[in-house]
């Protein structure tokens, strides 16, 4: 549970690339006042495990990234990609680590990564809890899965489009939610299946499909 894992992390002692010594803080936990404000913004009900992690703690005091926050840090923008967007983290670079809230859905994750430079869209982490680790892991040593998307993931995608289907193949697909959505787009777009991707795995400025309803750009 994303609260065990919060109290655990209160005091732990960790040394960064530079040899730096570190030991995690936990902010405050949410207030009433927090709990509705928030409520009220989102588009399906506070699920348990969150409600209970916002009452341990909102996040950390300091750690690797600029901010990590389960209350949502705003300021993102990029609404036609995520409707419900929810901002868990960022760099202090212009990047975010984001939720894409689904109506009716209770499911907080997963986790993604956009960067701005380059313009990419990367899936981090299957659930908050996850991404969490992989936070802490930067000042552990060995690589944390969210330093090689930072680093290496988005431009190896920027540069190479894996897995990125044209609608004119897309149209030829078996499955007919592929299909049906390659059939509303332009020739010259692209198509990420979000349904299928991996933890390493990412799209670029391109349409992508999740849960039942696909939304699409032209690249």
């Not at 109290?7 to 207030?31: C, F, I, M, N």
């Not at 300091?62 to 760099?91: K, M």
């Not at 984001?98 to 990419?120: E, K, M, Q, R, T």
Request: a negative charge; glycine letters at 10%; aromatic letters at 8%.
């Amino acid at each position: 549970m994303l609260a065990d894992m919060l109290r655990s992390l209160a005091g732990l002692q960790l040394t960064d690339d530079d040899g730096l010594a570190h030991v995690l803080e936990l902010r405050p936990p949410a207030t009433d006042a927090e709990l509705r404000r928030l409520e009220e913004t989102l588009p399906a009900p506070l699920p348990d495990e969150m409600r209970a992690a916002l009452a341990v703690s909102t996040g950390l005091a300091n750690g690797p990234l600029e901010s990590f926050s389960l209350l949502d840090l705003e300021g993102f923008g990029l609404e036609e990609a995520f409707p419900h967007v929810y901002s868990i983290a960022h760099d202090g670079y212009g990047n975010y680590w984001v939720l894409d809230l689904l109506p009716g859905d209770g499911a907080w994750g997963p986790v993604f990564y956009a960067c701005h430079d380059p313009a990419v869209i990367g899936y981090q982490a299957e659930t908050i809890e996850a991404f969490l680790a992989d936070v802490v892991a930067m000042w552990r040593p060995g690589r944390s899965p969210v330093d090689r998307m930072h680093e290496e993931d988005v431009h190896r995608v920027w540069r190479e489009h894996p897995g990125l289907l044209t609608p004119a193949v897309a149209a030829g697909s078996d499955d007919p939610v592929i299909a049906g959505f390659a059939a509303t787009l332009p020739a010259e777009a692209w198509i990420a299946d979000l349904r299928r991707r991996g933890s390493r795995d990412c799209c670029d400025g391109s349409s992508g499909v999740r849960g039942a309803d696909p939304v699409a750009e032209a690249g």
